[in-house]
């Protein structure tokens, strides 16, 4: 019995040395894939934050050029702000007694003064203020930088576009189709077909024709007529003698 018993235990040991010997090859297959996954998955991560900063650079690059391209913008409208404001206080053309009338394809680098009356035609362009104690008559397809200052009155017409106010003691007939900012006057205004002003004011009456728009209201002393299609924002009201 004895010697049956030890070849029965001879026989489970060899199997389990087997089985031991079987473990032992699995559990080293999976330290060395687990060991290539550590490896992996630290390539991995190592590379995750790469792109991170890589990004985050190019990020910091998009803002700092967007900034950059900003500021050179801003600084671009300043000067020409500043241009146009040192052209405006400046006249290329002056006369002391005498009328002036300007035609043809003239561009000035400032304005026109004169006592007299100020005429301009064709495609004048004026980069400055027309001033005159007299009446200023612009016609046809005219571009001024300034402030229009009249004594008698103003009258536009064509397709001109007056980047500053009109300023008159006298009458101001402002044509079809202009763009103009601010119009003040002591005396009447008429504002011509599909015309765009920016505001209003009058101490005489107030004509709008059809199709005019204004956009930041009207101040009128006597009366106002107003055409057809005709839009108003911004507020109506008397005038408020000061």
Do not use: H, W
Not at 21 to 36: D, P, S, T
Not at 109 to 138: H, L, Q
Request: a neutral charge; glycine letters at 8%; charged letters at 35%.
């Amino acid at each position: 019995m004895a010697l049956f018993g030890d070849k029965e235990e001879k026989i489970k040991i060899t199997k389990l040395s087997k089985e031991n010997m079987n473990l032992k090859e699995q559990i080293a297959e999976y330290e060395k894939v687990f060991g290539n996954f550590e490896d992996m998955k630290k390539v991995t991560d190592r590379v995750r934050e790469e792109n991170k900063r890589l990004l985050q650079k190019l990020e910091e690059n998009v803002e700092i050029r967007s900034n950059l391209e900003k500021r050179v913008e801003e600084l671009n409208t300043a000067i020409n702000a500043k241009k146009e404001n040192f052209f405006s206080k400046i006249y290329a053309l002056e006369s002391k007694d005498s009328d002036i009338v300007i035609g043809n394809n003239v561009e000035f680098s400032g304005g026109i003064k004169s006592p007299k009356s100020i005429k301009t035609g064709d495609n004048v362009v004026i980069n400055g203020a027309i001033y005159t104690n007299e009446m200023a008559n612009i016609g046809n397809k005219n571009e001024v930088a300034g402030e229009v200052i009249t004594d008698m009155g103003v009258k536009t017409g064509n397709s001109c576009t007056l980047k500053d106010n009109i300023r008159s003691k006298g009458k101001v007939e402002v044509g079809e189709g202009c763009n103009v900012q601010a119009v003040i006057s002591d005396s009447d205004i008429i504002v011509g077909k599909n015309t765009k002003a920016k505001k209003i004011s009058s101490k005489g009456n107030v004509f709008l024709k059809d199709g005019v728009s204004v956009e930041s209201g009207i101040e009128y002393k006597d009366a106002i007529n107003i055409g057809q299609n005709v839009s108003i924002a911004g507020e109506i009201k008397t005038f408020k003698e000061e």
